[in-house]
C-alpha cells in the first residue's frame, strides 16, 4: 500500500536550530547564575547538605521534568558556572539515571487492561529502574569512599583540552556563536522596559528570571530536538529494532540501544519503544533489557553536548561522569550472567505481585519516585 | 523516503502472496491433471508452514510500528494489514483443502468440465498476480477491478454449488465437486476481501454487498 511520504529536510533544518537554541540556553543559565554574584550562590550552594540529598535531588527533578536530558544539561550548566560542585552534581547526575526511568513505567500503565501483556510491560519498565537504582547502590558508595569517576573525568577533560578540542578552547568558533546567542537573548530581553527596570532595581530578580528563562528554553529546545530526531530516525529507528528481534539480545542490542538514543537524544523514547514490544510478546525480557542499557549510555551524549556551551572546564568533567558512569555500571553488571538476570528477576516478582493488585504499581511509582526522594531530602537536609 | 516497517510489511505481503499462488498452483494440479501427490505434498504444507511464519512476521512488524510510531499513528491502514494478511494466510489453508480433495481419490481430469474448470484455475490464478501488483502500485481503479471481476466469479461459482446442492448438475463426484467449488469460492473471496482492504474504509472491508 502506498504510505505519505515525509519532509527530512524541515526535521534537519529544525533538528540544528533547536542544537543551537540549546546550547545557547545552558550559557544563558550560566550568565544567569554568574550574574547572582558569588555571596549568593556560595549560600545557595550551602542549602545542598550532603551528597545524599544530591542523588534524591536528581531523581526528583528528573521525575518533575521527565526527561533526564534537562536535568543533565541543568547540572552540566550549573556546574559550568560554578554554582554546583562535582561533589554533588555527581550523584544529581546519578539521581537523574533513576528519575528517567519513571517515564516509560508510566507506559507500562497503558497495558493494564490486560493481564498478562500488563506483566511483561510492567517487568519491561521496570527492570530499567532496577537496574538504575543497582547501579547506584554500587558505584554511589565507591565514588563517595574513592572518587574514582571524579579522578577519571577529570584526567579525561585534562586530555581532551590537551588535544585542543575546539570547542573545549575559550575562544572556539563554536562557543563564540553560542556567546552570541545569548547576548543576542540578553539585548533583546533589556529591550522589554519591564525587565530593564527589573534588572535596574535587583538583580537576584532579574538573574531568577533569566535562570528560569534558560531552564525553560532547555526543556522546549531538548523536546523539539527529541520530536524531530525522532521523526528523522523513525526508519531507521525501526530498521535496527527489527535488527535486534531478530538477533536476539547480547552487545548488538547494546548498539542498537546506544545508536537510537544517540539519534534522538532520549533514553525514554527508546525505552518507551520497547515497552509494548514486550508487553505484546514479541520481544523477550531478556533481549530488551540490553537495549535498555544501550539507551543508559545513549543519553550520555546530550551533557556532552551541553558542555561545548559552558566556559568552566568542570562542565565537560560533569557530561563525562555521566558518560562513565553509565560506561561503568554496564561493564560491572552485563557481562557476568547471575548479576545480569538479577534486576530482571527483581521487576518480573514486582510485576507478579502487581498484576493481581494494579493500584500497587501506581503506589510503587509515587513512593519510588516522589515521595522516598521527598522524604530523604526533608530528612537529610 | 519510504517507510521501512511498511515496506517491509508490504513485501512480505507480496511474499505470502507469492507462495499461496504456488500452493494454488500445485493443489490445482492434484485435482486438473496428473500430478503425482507424494511429490506435492511435503512442499505444499511446507510452503504453507512458510505463510504462516510470514504471517507472524508481519503482525510482529505492526506491532514494533506501532509501537516507534505511537504518536502519529494510522491505526485504520494497520487495521488493513492486519486483515488483509489475515485472508492472504486462509489461502494457503483452503489450498491444503484442495489438496485434501484429491488425496482421497478425486480427481476432475476425465470431467466434461475440465475446460471450464482450467479456466476458472486460470482466473483465480490471475487474481492472486492482480493483488499483488494492487498491493505495489497507488491505483484504485485496479482494485476495483480485481474486486468487481472476483465479485462476478464468486457469483458464477455461488451458482454452481446451489446447482450441485439442487442436483440439477450431473458430476462424477458431487461431494468432492461442491467441495472444491466451495473452496474456490472461499479462495475467491479472501482475494477480494483482500482486495477491499487496500481502498475500502476499515468498517467496509470485507462487505462489498452492502
Given at each position: 500500500?502506498?504510505?505519505?511520504k515525509?519532509r ?7 533538528a ?9 540556553s ?5 550568565k ?5 554574584g ?14 545524599f540529598v544530591?542523588l534524591?535531588?536528581g531523581?526528583?527533578?528528573t ?21 554546583l ?6 550523584p ?9 526511568t519513571?517515564?516509560?513505567t ?19 519498565s ?6 538504575n ?7 554511589f ?21 590537551a588535544?585542543?578540542?575546539t ?5 572556539s568558533s563554536?562557543?563564540?556563536a ?26 537576584k530578580?532579574?538573574a531568577?528570571?533569566?535562570i528560569?528563562?534558560a ?8 523536546k ?21 528481534l ?22 525514554s ?13 514479541i ?10 542499557l544501550?539507551?543508559n ?8 553536548l ?8 568542570e ?16 561493564a ?9 538476570n ?5 521487576a518480573?516478582?514486582?510485576s ?8 500497587m504499581?501506581?503506589?510503587?511509582v509515587?513512593v ?8 530523604g531530602?526533608v530528612l537529610?537536609? | 523516503m ?12 507480496g511474499?505470502?502472496?507469492?507462495n ?8 490445482m ?13 511435503e ?6 508452514k512458510?505463510?504462516n511464519e ?6 510482529r ?5 506501532s509501537?516507534v510510531?505511537?504518536?502519529?499513528l ?27 480433495i484429491?488425496e482421497t481419490g ?5 470431467g ?26 497507488d491505483?484504485?481503479?485496479?482494485v ?7 465479485a462476478?466469479?464468486?457469483?458464477e461459482i ?22 472444491f467449488y ?9 482475494i ?12 467496509k472491508?470485507?462487505?462489498i454487498?452492502?
Amino acid at each position: 500500500m502506498v504510505i505519505m511520504k515525509k519532509r527530512p529536510f524541515t526535521n534537519i533544518l529544525l533538528a540544528t536550530f533547536f542544537l543551537y537554541f540549546f546550547l545557547v540556553s545552558i550559557k544563558l543559565l550560566e550568565k544567569g547564575i554568574r550574574s547572582l554574584g558569588a555571596e549568593y550562590t556560595d549560600q545557595l550552594f550551602q542549602s545542598v547538605s550532603s551528597p545524599f540529598v544530591g542523588l534524591l535531588v536528581g531523581i526528583l527533578a528528573t521525575v518533575l521534568v521527565q526527561s533526564s536530558s534537562v536535568t543533565t544539561a541543568t547540572i552540566v550548566g550549573l556546574v559550568g558556572s560554578g554554582f554546583l560542585s562535582l561533589t554533588y552534581a555527581i550523584p544529581m547526575v546519578m539521581g537523574a539515571n533513576i528519575g528517567t526511568t519513571v517515564t516509560n513505567t508510566l507506559v507500562s500503565f497503558g497495558h493494564a487492561r490486560r493481564e498478562n501483556e500488563f506483566k511483561r510491560a510492567f517487568a519491561a519498565s521496570t527492570m530499567h529502574d532496577f537496574f538504575n537504582i543497582i547501579a547506584v547502590l554500587v558505584l554511589f558508595p565507591i565514588e563517595l569512599a574513592t572518587g574514582f569517576l571524579r579522578k577519571l573525568a577529570i584526567n579525561t577533560t585534562d586530555i581532551v583540552i590537551a588535544t585542543g578540542f575546539t570547542s573545549t578552547k575559550p575562544n572556539s568558533s563554536i562557543k563564540a556563536a553560542i556567546e552570541w546567542g545569548s547576548e543576542s537573548i540578553i539585548d533583546l530581553l533589556s529591550k522589554i522596559s519591564f525587565i530593564d527596570n527589573l534588572h535596574e532595581q535587583s538583580y537576584k530578580l532579574y538573574a531568577g528570571l533569566l535562570i528560569s528563562l534558560a531552564i525553560l528554553f532547555i526543556f522546549l529546545s531538548l523536546k523539539n530536538i527529541v520530536s524531530n530526531m525522532k521523526s528523522l530516525m523513525l526508519n531507521k529507528i525501526e530498521f535496527g529494532l527489527n535488527r535486534a528481534l531478530s538477533r536476539g539480545g547480547g552487545i548488538f542490542a547494546i548498539v542498537i540501544g546506544i545508536l537510537i538514543t544517540f539519534s534522538v537524544q532520549s533514553s525514554s523514547i527508546t525505552t518507551s519503544i520497547l515497552v509494548p514490544i514486550v508487553g505484546s510478546g514479541i520481544l523477550a525480557i531478556e533481549n530488551a533489557f540490553p537495549i535498555t542499557l544501550g539507551a543508559n549510555i545513549g543519553t550520555t551524549i546530550t551533557a556532552v553536548l551541553a558542555s561545548f556551551a559552558v566556559d568552566g572546564s568542570e562542565g565537560l568533567t560533569i557530561a563525562l561522569v555521566h558518560v562513565y558512569f553509565n560506561l561503568i555500571s554496564v561493564a560491572v553488571l552485563y557481562p557476568y550472567k547471575p548479576l545480569r538476570n538479577f534486576p530482571i528477576k527483581l521487576a518480573m516478582i514486582l510485576s507478579s505481585a502487581t498484576v493481581k493488585r494494579r493500584y500497587m504499581a501506581i503506589v510503587y511509582v509515587l513512593v519510588t519516585f516522589v515521595m522516598l526522594p521527598i522524604l530523604g531530602i526533608v530528612l537529610f537536609n | 523516503m519510504s517507510d521501512y516497517s511498511l515496506d517491509s510489511v508490504d513485501a512480505k505481503l507480496g511474499e505470502m502472496l507469492t507462495n499461496s499462488s504456488h500452493m494454488f498452483d500445485l493443489s490445482m494440479s492434484c485435482l486438473l491433471g496428473d500430478t503425482n501427490l507424494d511429490s506435492v505434498k511435503e512442499n505444499l504444507y511446507s510452503t504453507d508452514k512458510l505463510i504462516n511464519e510470514l504471517h507472524r512476521n508481519v503482525r510482529r512488524e505492526l506491532i514494533l510500528h506501532s509501537a516507534v510510531n505511537s504518536r502519529n499513528l494510522d491505526v485504520p491502514l494497520l487495521l488493513a494489514y492486519m486483515t488483509m494478511s489475515k485472508d492472504i494466510e486462509r489461502i494457503g489453508d483452503y489450498c491444503k483443502n484442495l489438496f485434501e480433495i484429491a488425496e482421497t481419490g478425486n480427481s476432475f481430469t476425465k470431467g466434461d468440465d475440465l475446460d471450464y474448470l482450467i479456466s476458472l484455475r486460470d482466473n483465480i490464478s490471475g487474481f492472486i498476480v492482480s493483488l499483488q501488483t494492487c498491493l505495489s502500485i497507488d491505483e484504485e481503479s485496479k482494485v476495483q477491478e480485481l474486486i468487481n471481476s472476483g465479485a462476478e466469479l464468486g457469483k458464477e461459482i455461488d451458482e454452481k454449488i446451489t446447482s450441485l446442492l439442487e442436483d440439477k448438475l450431473k458430476v462424477e463426484f458431487p461431494v468432492a465437486t461442491t467441495l472444491f467449488y466451495r473452496y474456490l469460492k472461499r479462495i475467491n473471496l479472501h482475494i477480494v476481501n483482500a482486495a477491499t482492504a487496500i481502498i475500502m474504509p476499515v468498517d467496509k472491508i470485507d462487505y462489498i454487498d452492502e
